[in-house]
């Protein structure tokens, strides 16, 4: 059962990120696979990525440094990081 939570956590967190980023940028939802590269892909500016940033931590109530920022290359790694700290949060 706990399975089940993880994965219907982690497909729910998904689909609020892709919402998030196609109302910043303009694109189409459908484009966003978890091997899309956020910025260079969807051609997301400096601006729109800091929104785009802003929102999310919002939204999770995360605070997001430079580093960790360095190192979320593709929107599946983005996934991964707001999933991991939504479950350390608790």
Same mark, same amino acid.
């Given at each position: 059962?706990?399975?089940?939570?993880?994965?219907?956590?982690?497909?729910?967190?998904?689909?609020?990120? $892709?919402? *998030?980023?196609?109302?910043?940028?303009?694109?189409?939802?459908?484009? *966003?696979?978890?091997?899309?590269?956020?910025?260079?892909?969807?051609? *997301?500016?400096?601006?729109?990525?800091?929104?785009?940033?802003?929102?999310?931590?919002? $939204?999770?109530?995360?605070?997001?440094?430079?580093?960790?920022?360095?190192?979320?290359?593709?929107?599946?790694?983005?996934?991964?990081?707001?999933?991991?700290?939504?479950?350390? $949060?608790?």
């Amino acid at each position: 059962m706990a399975v089940n939570s993880s994965v219907e956590g982690i497909d729910c967190i998904e689909s609020e990120l $892709k919402h *998030i980023i196609g109302e910043f940028s303009r694109c189409r939802i459908s484009r *966003i696979k978890a091997t899309t590269r956020v910025r260079d892909d969807l051609g *997301i500016d400096s601006f729109t990525a800091l929104e785009i940033l802003i929102a999310i931590e919002n $939204k999770y109530v995360l605070k997001i440094t430079e580093n960790e920022i360095s190192k979320l290359l593709t929107f599946g790694d983005l996934v991964d990081f707001v999933y991991h700290q939504t479950i350390r $949060k608790g």
